[in-house]
């Protein structure tokens, strides 16, 4: 089943279409042609290609203007996210979001800047919001937000030392 459409490529050129079993494909939309005839299978792809082993699901792909990328991102069940650049011969790792820094449980989210640095913000089922600088080196990558027990977020900073903020 297909869960999401989208646009990529200066003016909208391409179609990238996103299914429940994990699978992306990429179309001409002039033409209605298929740019990747046997549908990437993401996961498979980046374990067989690349190593990576974390890869359970794909959160989302989105077009990045700035860069001229259509990047995809690949998510683990321990809530590490793996960032793509996807295009007709396959799917490339461009950073890895360590779950140390970020997420303890599945990331069910993501949004790109469209502006500035490249920045990638994610959502998980462990109810933290986290922000990511992927033009920045790894260890200062991430501004966590997550509950707590009093009500108020706490955020993690790229130290990893904790500060009470209103949530």
Known sequence: PVRRIGFFA??????FVQT????????????????????TDV??????????TSAN???DCVWHAPT???LACVGSWDGAVTVCEASDSGVVPVACLEKTLGH???????VLSQAGPLRIVTGGEDA????????APPQSQTKVKA?????KGAERTERGTDRQVPY
Do not use: F, M
């Open 104 to 110: 303890r449980a599945v990331v069910r989210s993501s």
């Open 128 to 135: 933290r919001i986290c922000s990511w600088d992927l033009s």
């Open 57 to 59: 699901y794909l959160i």
């Open 20 to 39: 429940g079993s994990e699978t992306l494909s990429l179309w001409h939309k002039a033409t209605a042609q298929c740019l990747n005839p046997l549908t």
């Open 43 to 52: 996961r498979g792809q980046l374990a067989q290609a690349h190593g990576t």
């Open 68 to 70: 001229g990328r259509l």
């Open 10 to 15: 200066p003016g909208g050129q391409g179609i």
């Open 147 to 151: 509950p707590s027990r009093r009500g």
